[in-house]
């Protein structure tokens, strides 16, 4: 069982940054795949990054080259950079984890936090 609590989250202005931290519980924590996913009001959740045990990452096309996911398997934490915030970006940031596969797919992930609220002005 792992559990997971993320934390960082708040209100920015467009152009901004925020950070977000995921602690996860557990001693098997290195061997998980770690995902971001986020959900905005009356969309579905999407996928925004992850990160493999082997620090292999991907990311969405909206995200890619202002969001870095990593993480600190000594720290059992996993962290999401966001940098040039867009008021698009503004939703509920879940952390993810993954006991089996490597991928941008929610129904993949097995444990899932309780979500961070991101909330970008324009």
């Known amino acids: 069982q792992v559990q997971l609590v993320e934390s960082g989250g708040g209100l920015v202005q467009a152009g901004g940054s925020l950070r977000l931290s995921c602690a996860a519980s557990g001693r098997t924590f290195s061997s998980y795949a770690m995902g971001w996913f986020r959900q905005a009001p009356g969309k579905e959740r999407e996928f925004v990054a992850a990160?493999?045990?082997?620090?292999?990452?991907i990311y969405s096309d909206s995200v890619k080259g202002r969001f870095t996911i990593s993480r600190d398997n000594a720290k059992n934490t996993v962290y999401l950079q966001m940098n040039i915030l867009k008021p698009d970006d503004t939703g509920v940031y879940y952390c993810?984890?993954?006991?089996?596969?490597?991928?941008?797919?929610?129904?993949?992930?097995?444990?899932w936090g309780q979500g961070t609220q991101v909330t970008v002005s324009s």
């Open positions: 990160v493999r045990w082997s620090d292999n990452t």
């Open positions: 993810a984890a993954a006991q089996r596969l490597f991928s941008s797919y929610s129904q993949d992930y097995d444990y």
